[in-house]
């Protein structure tokens, strides 16, 4: 069965009078060539996937063919007798119905691959929850040793930008905390069924032992990034000043300490300017 064919996903579900659900980022794959190459990424033999949102099972099977073992969580129960059906010949693929962002992940990882050299996510992730859900898989400090998955292009330019860079935010810093990021591949909007309005890429995060640079506090230092990202178009100083309410005469020693000017803006600043600035503030 190709799952990755408009006419087989029909088939599939028509007879269930199936409508896709916008709000649940319903937009499954058809092209051919995009879920071998993410479940090659993400996969050998010896690793166990587990996969946010399997749909009909495009991906699922790919992973399936590269990996041990397969897990997905899917939330939408009216894909039962689908994925049923398209994963029947595939012993080492499992659905768990479920919502991702509520399930306890590490509970399940330790239940589904104790059979499992390593363990890693591949997912096409409903884009509603993109940056919460990869939040959720890095800071549970899960043990799995890289993300491979589609988000929405700019998303996906955003989370893997050089922090230091103007295409940085909050969310660069906290992904790079955690893990390196790249972009591995663009794929246009009329790969999916119904088309989105927007092109997506494929991501992989690799999972570091340790943050770039260690920080004293972990909640300050992620309340600091918030704060200096709030306001774009303001200095770092007057940013942070306003939203952590932190006086700015602090700020401003601080930042000339670390040989920055009193006026930088956040994006200029490394992952290690930017520990040493929480350190300093805390
Ligand atoms: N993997 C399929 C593909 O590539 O064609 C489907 C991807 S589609 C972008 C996102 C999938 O995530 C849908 O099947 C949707 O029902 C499911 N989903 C949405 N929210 C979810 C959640 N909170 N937990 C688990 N699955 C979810």
Redesign the pocket.
């Known amino acids: 069965m190709n799952l990755a064919d408009i006419k087989t996903v029909k088939e599939l579900l028509t007879p269930l009078g199936f409508s896709f659900?916008k709000s649940?980022?319903?937009?499954?794959?058809i092209d051919p060539d995009v879920?071998p190459a993410m479940a090659e990424s993400a996969a050998d033999g010896e690793t166990g996937i587990l996969?946010?949102?399997?749909?009909?099972?495009?991906?699922?099977v790919e992973c399936a063919k590269v990996a041990k073992k397969v897990v997905a969580?899917?939330?939408?129960n009216r894909?039962k007798p689908v994925l049923a059906k398209t994963l029947a010949d595939y012993p080492n693929a499992e659905v768990v119905f479920?919502?991702?962002?509520?399930l306890d992940l590490t509970a399940l990882i330790k239940e589904k691959f104790s059979d499992c050299k390593k363990v890693a996510i591949c997912?096409?992730?409903?884009?509603?929850?993109t940056s919460p859900?990869i939040m959720k898989l890095l800071t549970s400090k899960l043990p799995i040793e890289s993300i491979t998955v589609?988000v929405q292009k700019e998303a996906g330019e955003r989370l893997c930008a050089e922090v230091g860079s103007r295409d940085a935010g909050a969310v660069t810093v906290a992904v790079a905390y955690y893990a390196k990021a790249q972009l591995l591949f663009e794929v246009g909007r009329d790969s999916?069924m119904p088309p989105p309005n927007v092109d997506s890429a494929v991501i992989r995060l690799d999972v570091l032992e340790n943050p770039p640079s260690k920080v004293k506090n972990e909640e300050f230092f992620f309340s600091l990034i918030k704060a200096c990202f709030a306001q774009r178009r303001k200095t770092l100083c007057n940013t942070v000043s306003n939203t952590l309410g932190i006086g700015k005469e602090k700020i401003a020693n601080a930042l000339t300490e670390l040989g920055l000017s009193e006026t930088v803006r956040s994006e200029a600043l490394t992952f290690e300017q930017l520990a040493a600035l929480s350190d300093k503030l805390m």
């Not at 649940?24 to 794959?29: A, M, S, V």
């Not at 969580?73 to 939408?76: N, Q």
């Open positions: 659900k649940l980022g319903q937009n499954f794959l879920c996969e946010i949102g399997p749909g009909v099972g495009v991906l699922t969580i899917e939330l939408d894909l479920g919502d991702a962002m509520e997912a096409n992730l409903p884009y509603y929850i859900i589609m999916f």
